[in-house]
C-alpha cells in the first residue's frame, strides 16, 4: 500500500519529528534524539470498509446517548417518586431513582465510549514530537491583543449602553438558580426529627431479643441488655429510622457505684439506660465490660464509663452517650419518664 491510498490526516504532519527521524549529536545538542518508533498503520487507515464500520460504530454509541436522555427526561417526568420495584440481586429500590441512574449513566457512557472509540480508530494515531517554544507572546502581539480588546469593548458599546450592560448582568447572576431549584430534590429537611426519638413520658422499655416488657427484676447485675420502645415492630415500615434513634442500652449498677448525680437521678434501683448510639459516626455499641462498667464501640473502639455518665474515657467519640430518665409504672414494668434530652447519634451538636 502507497502513501497515496492513506487518508491524508492519517500521515505524518510537516511539523517536529515524526515516526522513525532521528538526529544525531552535535555540540549544540549533546545527547543523540533516538526518534519515535516506525508508525503502523491500523485496518481503518488503508480499508475504507473498516473505516465505515467504526464511523457507524461511533455514531450507534452516540445515538444511544442521544436516546438514554430522551429517555432520562420522559423517567423523570412519568415515573411517580414513590413507586417501588424489585430489581435481582439488588432487591427492592426506588423506581425513579433506578430509571434516571440507568438511563443517565447509559448516556454518559455512550459518550465516552464513543469519543474512544472515535479516537482510537479513526483520528490521526501518528505520534509528533515537537520544540518546546517560549509561552508568553511576544510583546507586539500582546499590544495588539490589548488594543483589540479595548477596540471589542468600545464596539460593543457596552459603557455607553447600561440598560444593555445591567439586564445583561441580571441575566446572568439569575440563571445559576434555575440550578438551585433543583436543589428542592435533595428532599425534605429533616426540621428537627433528629432531636426527638419514640420515645415519650410512659413508653415502656421492651427486651430487643423476647420482644416482652422488661421489669427490674429481669436485669441482672452485670448483664447488657438490649431495649426498644413499646409499640415498635419490625414488620414497621419506618422501624429502621426509629430504631436507629431509639436503641437503648440497659445495665443495673450498684447505686454506689454510679458517680455522676445526674445519672443516679435518672436510674431505677441501679438501673440505667444509655443510648446505643455511639456518638462519633453512629455505630451501635455492642461490648460491656462489667468490671470496669466501660462500654466499647467496635468501629473505633470509642469507651464510655457507664458510671460516670457515660461520658468518653477513650477514643475519638466527642460527646458522652445520651442517658434516658427511667422509673416503673404502675404494674411495675420500666418505662421512660420523657425523651432523650439531646440528640442522639453522632456529631449532632456541632452541627444543629
Ligand atoms: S462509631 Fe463508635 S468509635 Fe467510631
Not at 85 to 99: D, K, R, T
Request: aromatic residues 6%.
Amino acid at each position: 500500500m502507497s502513501s497515496q491510498d492513506i487518508p491524508e490526516e492519517n500521515l505524518p504532519s510537516e511539523q517536529g519529528t515524526a515516526h522513525g527521524a532521528v538526529s544525531v549529536a552535535d555540540e549544540k545538542h549533546p545527547f543523540a534524539d533516538p526518534g519515535l518508533p516506525p508508525h503502523e498503520h491500523r485496518i481503518q487507515d488503508i480499508d475504507e470498509r473498516a473505516a465505515r464500520r467504526s464511523e457507524r460504530a461511533v455514531a450507534l454509541l452516540f445515538t444511544l446517548s442521544m436516546l438514554a436522555t430522551v429517555g432520562f427526561i420522559v423517567s423523570y417526568v412519568a415515573i411517580p417518586h414513590d413507586k417501588d420495584i424489585f430489581v435481582f440481586p439488588i432487591g427492592h429500590l426506588s423506581a425513579l431513582n433506578f430509571a434516571l441512574g440507568l438511563t443517565l449513566g447509559v448516556a454518559l457512557f455512550c459518550i465516552g465510549a464513543g469519543a474512544v472509540h472515535w479516537a482510537r480508530t479513526l483520528m490521526s494515531d501518528v505520534e509528533v514530537a515537537d520544540d518546546r517554544h517560549a509561552i508568553a507572546a511576544p510583546e507586539d502581539v500582546r499590544a495588539k491583543v490589548h488594543a483589540d480588546f479595548k477596540q471589542g469593548a468600545k464596539e460593543s458599546a457596552l459603557g455607553r449602553r447600561k440598560l444593555i450592560r445591567n439586564t445583561m448582568f441580571g441575566a446572568l447572576a439569575l440563571v445559576p438558580l434555575s440550578g438551585v431549584m433543583l436543589l428542592r430534590d435533595l428532599g425534605p429537611l429533616p426540621g428537627d426529627k433528629l432531636r426527638h426519638t419514640m420515645w415519650a413520658k410512659g413508653k415502656r422499655l421492651v427486651n430487643m431479643n423476647t420482644n416482652l416488657p422488661l421489669r427490674p427484676s429481669d436485669v441482672a447485675v452485670g448483664s447488657l441488655t438490649f431495649a426498644k420502645p413499646d409499640g415498635l415492630e419490625e414488620t414497621d415500615e419506618d422501624f429502621q429510622t426509629q430504631i436507629a434513634k431509639a436503641a437503648l442500652m440497659i445495665v443495673r449498677l450498684q447505686p454506689d457505684n454510679i458517680k455522676d448525680k445526674r445519672e443516679l437521678d435518672w436510674s431505677h434501683e441501679g438501673i440505667v439506660a444509655f443510648s446505643k448510639i455511639c456518638t462519633h459516626v453512629g455505630c451501635p455499641i455492642s461490648l460491656y465490660e462489667q468490671q470496669t462498667h466501660h462500654v466499647l464501640c467496635p468501629c473505633h473502639q470509642s469507651t464510655f464509663d457507664l458510671s460516670d455518665g457515660a461520658r468518653v474515657i477513650f477514643g475519638p467519640a466527642g460527646h458522652a452517650l445520651p442517658q434516658l430518665h427511667i422509673g416503673v409504672d404502675d404494674e411495675g414494668y420500666l418505662q421512660a419518664l420523657g425523651d432523650f434530652e439531646e440528640p442522639v447519634g453522632p456529631a449532632f451538636w456541632e452541627r444543629g
